[in-house]
């Protein structure tokens, strides 16, 4: 395409040209985010469906998380951050859905209403997570998922979810002690002769 | 009440490296049978990790080539939209200048008196022709140097805000 050409086509190649910069400077081509896709989008769906308790809605949120972080800019650090930074988008992403549809904060969401309308006893009815998640508010949800399953500090917990690290501990200690009580009561009541 | 656990740290360590509970110290296995912080540690990261293992059996839908071209076509019309900004902003600019001077023109013409109405049914093929004539020939000064001075300042203005925005 010529640069003197007289219709729009001269500012089309130049968005393209601008376009295809921007592309050249992201840390890894389709095929290097391919192999990052397949290592790290089953976690980050398994985060979202069991804090989500929605099978639809975390795939949804799962394809948004990986647009938004192919478009932003990407954080140092390698593949650790990467995933890291994927999980901030995905908490971010879930958070506004539920500002959306209840118009209200996440924290203030009742556990019983959300409880009683999600799927997350469905989702494992067999297994002993399920309904105790179930009762458990979304943010609670969200802390214990990132710290036991995940695996990440204190301090990467608050950087994902955005809360102060002083205050992911003690609604951590709280959310633990909570689930593992719930867990305990579910387990014996499984042990219980019919 | 906030209470912590000096194993803790040790538990979590032969947790995550997937020691525990065979490749752990008898005294360790003791401990945490013992410790309500740790055994709720022990609880839930067990639940937790089994859990997962279950979820991720299940494959994410989309494919990765779909999402990096979706991608692409979203950083594009970022790109294009922020290119076509700064024209909007002087697109924009420019018509509430040009509506300003055209307001303040037609005031000024109503402050001068001229009857709108009469001139407009006074109007004749014959009459506007020699108006039109002896406005060119003889023009009224102030008229014919504001409205084009108001309009090139109208111009420039443009011009200057889609510089200045473009330059941001």
């Given at each position: ?194 | ?147 084009p001075g108001l309009g090139v300042l109208a111009l420039l203005s ?11």
């Amino acid at each position: 395409m010529r640069k003197d050409d007289t219709t729009g086509e001269y500012v089309i190649a130049n968005v393209e040209a601008r376009a295809a910069l921007r592309a050249d400077e992201l840390p890894m081509d389709s095929d290097a985010f391919a192999g990052f896709y397949q290592r790290s989008a089953p976690a980050l769906r398994a985060y979202l469906v069991r804090v989500s308790g929605n099978h639809a809605l975390a795939d949804d949120l799962t394809q948004e998380s990986y647009l938004r972080f192919l478009c932003a800019t990407w954080p140092e650090g390698g593949e650790v951050n990467y995933r890291r930074y994927l999980f901030r988008i995905a908490t971010n992403l879930l958070r506004d859905h539920w500002k959306r549809r209840k118009e209200t904060y996440l924290e203030d969401v009742p556990e019983a209403f959300l409880a009683a309308r999600d799927t997350l006893t469905d989702l494992d009815s067999h297994s002993l997570l399920g309904p105790a998640m179930a009762q458990m508010r979304p943010r609670d949800r969200q802390l214990l998922w990132l710290a036991h399953a995940e695996g990440y500090s204190h301090r990467e917990i608050a950087e994902i979810t955005g809360l102060g690290a002083a205050s992911i501990r003690l609604l951590l200690f709280r959310a633990r002690h909570k689930m593992a009580r719930l867990l305990r009561k579910q387990m014996a009541t499984d042990r219980r002769p019919a | 009440m906030l209470r912590s656990c000096a194993y803790e740290k040790e538990v979590m360590e032969a947790l995550k490296a997937g020691h525990w509970p065979e490749g752990c110290a008898p005294e360790l296995r003791a401990h945490v049978e013992s410790c309500a912080t740790c055994s709720d540690f022990v609880l839930l990261t067990q639940a937790f990790q089994s859990a997962k293992s279950e979820s991720v059996q299940e494959a994410p839908t989309g494919s990765p080539g779909l999402l990096w071209w979706r991608a692409q076509l979203r950083r594009r019309n970022a790109v294009t939209e922020r290119v076509s900004r700064p024209i909007t902003i002087a697109q924009t600019f420019a018509w509430i200048v040009t509506s300003v001077v055209g307001v303040i023109l037609i005031a000024s013409q109503y402050g001068d008196r001229v009857r709108w109405a009469s001139w407009w049914a006074g109007l004749e093929p014959a009459k506007l022709l020699h108006f039109l004539s002896g406005s060119l020939v003889k023009p009224d000064g102030n008229l014919l140097l504001i409205i084009p001075g108001l309009g090139v300042l109208a111009l420039l203005s443009g011009i200057v805000v889609y510089l200045a925005s473009e330059k941001s």
